[in-house]
């Protein structure tokens, strides 16, 4: 499926084929660094494992300590001007700066960009170059697909001007529309379920299935090349970020994990981290899911809100507050155990995953109240 001509240009760029490295660079060794940088200050202030605790020294914040992040989920060593480009099949790539991802096909006719993440900004356009320099097709982005409308996926879009043919959901253009932010055109070309973008004699199978991290969230589809993109939902070789991506509904969420599966590919392109991934990610990632929600419903079974009613009284809100804490802290402790070592940042993050879980989809969307049920 892989070709591995490598590509020579100005800047030395290697194209790969998406083997894992063996010997690649441990960035998060230089963390205050080349990742600091590329993150900028914005997002110095989150719970960010690619952020060394170095940063967080002196703002007055705690800062625990983590599980080392395992191997196998870290991607390329990224190049002098911070970020990675290489080659999927063919004349599809995927770009990197180890913490988002977009793809780029290189046509006949001119270039496919698929998102346009702030934090690789002019890196895409440098990381084009190198392609397209050293394979003689078009540098010029002719086409550019937005995956859905978030800024931290699509906000460099402005840099490729007006004569880019944008191509989105109906409600992505709504959305843009209504954020009306300069950084973010909305697409021109739209589709409600399903639309065939051919460039060039490369095409790209773009799908609608309904609302899950974002409302207008697609799926992006390089049959030729046995390789979706699908963002913000599976997280290869990592537990989702936080909140299970901050998603807007999390029974859909969980339920477009299978949807992505049911596509025939190989390689995963998800948007974020600095790799690409494989189908075990993605049933890796499930489990995850399911062994948080099976922790969930044992947790909604046996935990006792009582004590929470006694210590607090009247005050409504301290009492959900610290049953759910409770709640979400149960839930994730097996989950965590399980998955140290097995997907990265298990210790980070699980606990606010297990919230989600625990209040949507068991709570707000399952109907399953536990002691907070129907009174009698
Ligand atoms: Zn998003």
Not at 95 to 104: E, G, H
Not at 219 to 240: C, E, Q, R, S
Not at 304 to 316: L, R, V
């Amino acid at each position: 499926m892989s070709d591995e001509r490598p590509i020579r240009s100005a800047d030395q760029i290697h194209i790969r084929n998406i083997v894992p490295s063996t010997s690649r660079r441990s960035f998060l060794a230089g963390a205050g660094g080349a990742a600091a940088a590329l993150l900028g200050g914005r997002l110095a202030g989150i719970e960010n494992p690619l952020v060394s605790t170095a940063l967080a020294a002196g703002t007055g914040f705690a800062t625990p300590t983590y599980a080392p992040i395992p191997e196998g989920a870290l991607g390329p060593p990224l190049n002098a001007d911070g970020y990675f480009v290489g080659r999927i099949s063919g004349e599809l790539y995927w770009v990197t700066d180890s913490a988002y991802i977009a793809l780029l096909v290189s046509t006949r006719d001119g270039v496919v960009l698929v998102d346009a993440p702030p934090t690789i900004g002019r890196n895409l356009l440098r990381a084009i170059s190198a392609v397209t320099e050293a394979n003689g097709r078009p540098s010029r982005v002719t086409h550019l697909v937005y995956s859905h409308s978030h800024t931290d996926h699509i906000g460099a879009s402005f840099l490729f001007g007006s004569d880019v043919v944008r191509v989105g959901h109906r409600l992505c253009r709504e959305l843009l529309l209504r954020d009306n932010d300069p950084h973010r055109p909305p697409p021109t070309v739209t589709f409600q379920d399903h639309f065939v973008l051919s460039v060039g004699g490369e095409r790209l199978h773009l799908d609608y299935h309904g609302p899950n991290h974002s409302p207008d969230n697609i799926f992006i589809y390089a049959p030729d090349h046995g390789t979706l993109m699908f963002v913000d939902v599976l997280f290869p070789g990592w537990v989702p970020w936080y909140q299970l991506a901050v998603s807007q509904d999390i029974p859909d969420y969980i339920k477009s994990q299978q949807t992505a599966m049911g596509y025939e590919w190989r390689t995963l392109a998800a948007g974020h981290l600095g790799r690409l991934g494989t189908r075990a990610d993605g049933e890796l990632q499930i489990d995850y899911i399911n062994d948080l929600v099976t922790s969930a419903q044992a947790t909604m079974a046996s935990l006792n809100p009582g004590p929470f009613f006694q210590q607090y009284g009247n005050n409504a809100w301290a009492i959900f507050k610290a049953y759910l804490d409770a709640a979400s802290a149960q839930t994730a402790a097996p989950v965590t155990e399980k998955y140290l070592g097995k997907l990265a940042a298990a210790d980070v993050y699980t606990s606010s995953n297990a919230f989600s879980i625990f209040e949507f989809a068991l709570r707000e969307n399952g109907g399953v109240l536990g002691p907070f049920g129907v009174h009698p």
